[in-house]
């Protein structure tokens, strides 16, 4: 006895605008047929259970039982986070300059003014005042933070999470000092480094000119930090597909394979281009970056895992039959060659690899299904 066809679940709301969307294409491409199928013989009837189809045009797939993960098909692009200007605070003449690419590390020498380095350091405060000892602050704070994480002084000598220039604190700048061959007066002087809320920053544009004036506030370098990230503009209605922690397939520019993962998803959408739909950034982390390589701005291919199921019936997507009263089903073929519609419940979507899950009680592993050969 064939089943009698019931309307599908609708996918899970993660999902949904994206497959109500897929579903509207398969019904204006597929309807027609499945009429004339369904007016025909919906089910089968008479001997043999079914009515033969003419297979031009298709192909058949085997229905498989197989883990399956959600996936949202998008491109991005790879490049380095964060931007950055440093802001010269120094009097003098410029007398060296890094090149661009170049990665400047945490207490590495940005530039040289009148042939005295100034330095990176890590840090939200900009420098505003001369730091010596007595004076407290946020930007005393993150100078005793530093002066530990290059090793200039051990936590049990200088409190990394102090806010007070006390004698240790001059002790560390005075060790910096002499390691920069630099007067070791034990205050750090305006001028003498620029404080970056990052830990290496890579040059990624020169705006002075060697031997040029370096006048205090002028804007010397650009860079970004040396974190390789992928940057994703999402669809603003297509958000709530996509979490913080969502596994992703990187395909980078030579089509190897490479997993990251969501980190971090904008709340502000911004006007798309050429009138297009607002979207929202989301940045994505690859989990091996040294397999990145080091191009930056590269265009890459991104296949975001929103959810996933162990043991799942999976047919192509194309095998969908949109049926004209509701509800979807698959044209399976038995070893006779004879054809019957099943009635399907869909389950998860594979964007990426064109799949979806599918239940029913005529369904089950190793049956083959019709699909267009488009």
């Given at each position: 006895?064939?089943?009698?066809?019931?309307?599908?679940?609708?996918?899970?709301?993660?999902?949904?605008?994206?497959?109500?969307?897929v579903?509207?294409?398969?019904?204006?491409?597929?309807?027609?047929?499945?009429?004339?199928?369904?007016?025909?013989?919906?089910?089968?009837?008479?001997?043999?259970?079914?009515?033969?189809?003419?297979?031009?045009?298709?192909?058949?797939?085997?229905?498989?039982?197989?883990?399956?993960?959600?996936?949202?098909?998008?491109?991005?692009?790879?490049?380095?986070?964060?931007?950055?200007?440093?802001?010269?605070?120094?009097?003098?003449?410029?007398?060296?300059?890094?090149?661009?690419?170049?990665?400047?590390?945490?207490?590495?020498?940005?530039?040289?003014?009148?042939?005295?380095?100034?330095?990176?350091?890590t840090?939200?405060?900009?420098?505003?005042?001369?730091?010596?000892?007595?004076?407290?602050?946020?930007?005393?704070?993150?100078?005793?933070?530093?002066?530990?994480?290059?090793?200039?002084?051990?936590?049990?000598?200088?409190?990394?999470?102090?806010?007070?220039?006390?004698?240790?604190?001059?002790?560390?700048?005075?060790?910096?000092?002499?390691?920069?061959?630099?007067?070791?007066?034990?205050?750090?002087?305006?001028?003498?480094?620029?404080?970056?809320?990052?830990?290496?920053?890579?040059?990624?544009?020169?705006?002075?000119?060697?031997?040029?004036?370096?006048d205090?506030?002028s804007?010397?370098?650009?860079g970004?930090?040396?974190?390789?990230?992928?940057?994703?503009?999402?669809?603003?209605?297509e958000?709530?597909?996509?979490?913080?922690?969502?596994?992703?397939a990187?395909?980078?520019?030579?089509?190897?394979?490479?997993?990251?993962?969501?980190?971090?998803?904008?709340?502000?959408?911004?006007?798309?281009?050429?009138?297009?739909?607002?979207?929202?950034?989301?940045?994505?982390?690859?989990?091996?970056?040294?397999?990145?390589?080091?191009?930056?701005?590269?265009?890459?291919?991104?296949?975001?895992?929103?959810?996933?199921?162990k043991?799942?019936?999976?047919?192509?997507?194309?095998?969908?039959?949109?049926?004209?009263?509701?509800?979807y089903?698959?044209?399976?073929?038995?070893?006779?060659g004879?054809?019957?519609?099943?009635?399907?419940?869909?389950?998860?979507?594979?964007?990426?690899?064109?799949?979806?899950?599918?239940?029913?009680?005529?369904?089950?592993?190793?049956?083959?299904?019709?699909?267009?050969?488009?």
């Amino acid at each position: 006895m064939e089943p009698s066809v019931e309307r599908p679940e609708p996918p899970s709301p993660r999902f949904s605008r994206r497959h109500l969307a897929v579903a509207a294409v398969l019904i204006a491409v597929l309807v027609v047929v499945v009429v004339v199928v369904a007016i025909a013989d919906p089910f089968g009837s008479g001997a043999g259970g079914g009515s033969e189809v003419n297979d031009g045009g298709t192909t058949l797939a085997t229905i498989k039982q197989r883990s399956l993960f959600s996936q949202t098909a998008s491109s991005g692009t790879l490049g380095f986070a964060g931007s950055y200007r440093v802001i010269n605070g120094a009097s003098g003449t410029l007398t060296w300059l890094p090149s661009v690419g170049q990665i400047i590390p945490q207490g590495g020498v940005l530039y040289r003014v009148n042939g005295a380095p100034v330095i990176l350091l890590t840090g939200n405060v900009p420098v505003y005042r001369a730091l010596s000892v007595g004076l407290t602050g946020a930007d005393v704070e993150q100078l005793n933070g530093d002066l530990v994480a290059l090793g200039y002084a051990t936590p049990t000598e200088l409190d990394p999470t102090s806010d007070d220039f006390s004698a240790a604190t001059t002790d560390a700048v005075e060790a910096l000092q002499k390691h920069l061959e630099v007067t070791q007066t034990g205050t750090l002087a305006v001028g003498q480094a620029v404080f970056l809320p990052l830990g290496r920053l890579r040059v990624t544009a020169v705006t002075a000119t060697l031997g040029a004036s370096a006048d205090p506030g002028s804007p010397l370098l650009a860079g970004s930090s040396a974190r390789r990230v992928v940057s994703l503009q999402l669809d603003a209605a297509e958000q709530t597909e996509v979490a913080v922690g969502d596994r992703v397939a990187i395909t980078l520019p030579d089509n190897s394979r490479t997993p990251g993962v969501v980190s971090s998803i904008g709340t502000v959408a911004t006007a798309g281009q050429s009138g297009g739909s607002p979207t929202v950034p989301v940045t994505i982390r690859p989990l091996d970056p040294s397999v990145t390589g080091s191009i930056d701005q590269a265009p890459v291919e991104l296949a975001v895992t929103t959810g996933s199921v162990k043991s799942a019936l999976v047919v192509p997507v194309d095998a969908l039959l949109a049926l004209a009263g509701g509800g979807y089903a698959v044209e399976e073929v038995s070893r006779a060659g004879v054809h019957h519609l099943v009635a399907v419940s869909l389950g998860l979507f594979d964007d990426a690899d064109g799949l979806v899950q599918v239940t029913g009680s005529g369904i089950a592993a190793g049956q083959q299904v019709v699909v267009p050969s488009l």
